[in-house]
């Protein structure tokens, strides 16, 4: 039997695992559902971020958790992990916070999305599309902004091997994101997606509902 060329094997090898690597990212992201939250007991549109927090430091639930997993290897759980995924992290802990919100904490925000991959996230898509304008008649341009990303949500192995195959980008871009902003850009100007490491929050809008979307920026935003 011949043997495959040696730079054949390689790519062979990277596609198999680009593909394995593929198919668990989308089993993955299939699983952040509001249905599978719920399932887990988090409610996926009142749960804080900073309840997950205090899971994370609950000394009992982590050793009742690795109890688990030792029974039930094949099958581990993480609850603060799940947690994240369903919790929002505008949503304040009333518990923590008493009589606390982010009204008015927030002057400015922008939506970026990839148009190669939005059509996978169909609920910010009818956002986009059926709620954008409504937004903007009530918080003006120059407080709500949606701009399309040029960036690839791939990191440089994965796009290299993307190459290798001869394959293009589309679909890739990752989910959205909706950056929030406590100030004016120094200097006058726009924000933009390059802007992310001075944004307040950074929320990834996978799994998000279009309604929950608009009732958070007509909420947290001041009106134009």
């Avoid at 923590?96 to 148009?115: I, P």
């Avoid at 991959?117 to 902004?145: A, C, P, T, W």
């Avoid at 850009?185 to 799994?207: F, H, P």
Wanted: glycine share 8%; proline share 4%; hydrophobic share 35%.
């Amino acid at each position: 039997m011949a043997m495959a060329p040696p730079k054949l094997t390689t790519v062979l090898i990277a596609t198999l695992a680009l593909t394995f690597h593929l198919s668990q990212l989308f089993a993955f992201a299939s699983t952040l559902t509001e249905e599978s939250c719920l399932t887990r007991g988090f409610d996926p549109y009142n749960l804080s971020c900073e309840t997950c927090h205090l899971l994370e430091e609950s000394t009992t639930l982590s050793s009742l958790v690795q109890e688990y997993n030792a029974k039930h290897s094949k099958e581990p759980i993480d609850i603060v992990q799940e947690c994240r995924y369903c919790c929002q992290s505008h949503k304040f802990n009333p518990v923590l916070h008493h009589g606390q919100s982010l009204r008015g904490k927030f002057r400015y925000a922008l939506l970026t999305y990839n148009e190669g991959s939005l059509d996978q996230y169909g609920e910010i898509k009818d956002f986009v599309d059926k709620d954008l304008n409504d937004v903007l008649s009530f918080k003006g341009e120059h407080r709500f902004r949606v701009s399309v990303s040029e960036k690839i949500g791939l990191d440089g192995n994965m796009m290299q091997m993307m190459m290798m195959m001869g394959g293009g980008f589309r679909g890739f871009g990752g989910p959205p994101k909706l950056m929030l902003f406590e100030n004016a850009k120094k200097g006058g100007g726009k924000w933009s997606e390059d802007d992310e490491n001075e944004a307040g929050e950074v929320i990834t809008l996978r799994g998000w509902k279009r309604e929950d979307l608009k009732d958070m920026l007509m909420t947290l935003l001041p009106n134009a």
